[in-house]
């Protein structure tokens, strides 16, 4: 990511608007963008951040006054981050655990904030499960989603990576998405033993999926303002990842257009095989000539 910085100048120099799209997430929008603009010396503001969550905020629509249960780790910043979104009524599986212990009788509860005292479970169930990240405590979340998802509340999830690439050098690790890839397995294994054979559906955010890509659209849209939708006649998906990032921009189409780099999970000396990027250069570095190489022809 050594040429990040110059690339991001570069593109705030000819007036570029650009987003940062990540399969991360469990933070508010605004704590990374100051991270990332501390580490690239470029300021970047939490409207330009999409994480694989950032487009859950079109569900506050549905479900503003609804209890949502939260699934993934570090509950107290999920928590913050559903009110901020604006989820009335947020509820962490460790909050959910508390009010019933059989529900996972290998460990006690652990301690977490109250409930809202106008907010009676036994009264006004669950109305959909958020999938925020992956746990840290995989067991009891598995059993509690199994159970939610048992009655037939929606899921929604933003846990995408199944493997990512890390600072081991053994291979890459296990990524957020690896979490559904169970929950999948053993919710289809408890229908098959009820005999019901109902297999695990829900709406799933992050790259390569179609929800984030068309929300990020939107809000380039957005900050071009009132010609946003003619003004789009490129739109550069940069990326290192061949199953997300350039799989996600080729399948929305135009105005998409992937930059496939050998900086990351990509190695090859030509193109990914079987999710090939329009254009691959050695690092995001050489996205400033495609750029203005396209410019010059418009």
């Given at each position: 990511m050594s040429a990040a910085p110059d690339v991001l100048r570069g593109l705030v120099e000819r007036d570029v608007p650009f987003l940062v799209m990540t399969n991360g997430g469990g933070v508010d929008e605004s704590v990374r963008a100051i991270k990332l603009s501390e580490r690239f010396g470029v300021e970047?503001?939490?409207?330009?951040?999409?994480?694989?969550?950032?487009?859950?905020?079109?569900?506050?629509?549905?479900?503003?006054?609804?209890?949502?249960?939260?699934?993934?780790?570090?509950?107290?910043?999920?928590?913050?981050?559903?009110?901020?979104?604006?989820?009335?009524y947020p509820v962490t599986v460790e909050q959910y655990h508390s009010q019933t212990p059989l529900l996972y009788p290998d460990m006690e509860p652990v301690e977490s904030p109250p409930l809202p005292r106008d907010l009676d479970l036994s009264k006004t169930p669950i109305k959909a499960v958020l999938a925020l990240t992956d746990p840290i405590m995989w067991g009891r979340e598995l059993q509690i989603c199994c159970d939610v998802l048992?009655?037939?509340?929606?899921?929604?999830?933003?846990?995408?990576?199944?493997?990512?690439?890390?600072?081991?050098?053994?291979?890459?690790?296990?990524?957020?998405?690896?979490?559904?890839?169970?929950?999948?397995?053993?919710?289809?294994?408890?229908?098959?033993?009820d005999g019901d054979g109902a297999k695990l559906s829900y709406v799933q955010y992050g790259k390569p999926w179609s929800v984030t890509f068309s929300y990020a659209r939107r809000v380039l849209e957005k900050k071009l303002g009132s010609s946003g939708a003619n003004s789009l006649k490129r739109v550069y998906m940069v990326g290192d990842n061949p199953e997300?990032?350039?799989?996600?921009?080729?399948?929305?189409?135009?105005?998409?257009?992937?930059?496939?780099?050998?900086?990351?999970?990509?190695?090859?000396?030509?193109?990914?095989?079987?999710?090939?990027?329009?254009?691959?250069?050695?690092?995001?570095?050489?996205?400033?000539?495609?750029?203005?190489?396209?410019e010059a022809t418009c």
């Open positions: 970047i503001g939490a409207d330009q951040i999409i994480q694989s969550h950032t487009p859950m905020k079109d569900l506050v629509q549905k479900y503003a006054n609804d209890p949502v249960l939260l699934v993934g780790k570090h509950y107290d910043k999920l928590a913050h981050l559903a009110d901020a979104y604006g989820f009335r048992r009655q037939g509340v929606p899921l929604y999830s933003s846990c995408a990576d199944f493997i990512y690439a890390a600072e081991y050098t053994g291979g890459p690790r296990f990524g957020s998405g690896a979490f559904m890839t169970a929950l999948q397995a053993l919710y289809d294994e408890l229908s098959s033993i997300t990032d350039i799989r996600g921009a080729n399948d929305a189409g135009d105005p998409w257009f992937s930059v496939l780099t050998r900086s990351g999970l990509f190695q090859g000396d030509d193109n990914h095989p079987i999710h090939p990027g329009a254009a691959v250069v050695d690092d995001v570095g050489g996205l400033l000539k495609l750029v203005d190489d396209f």
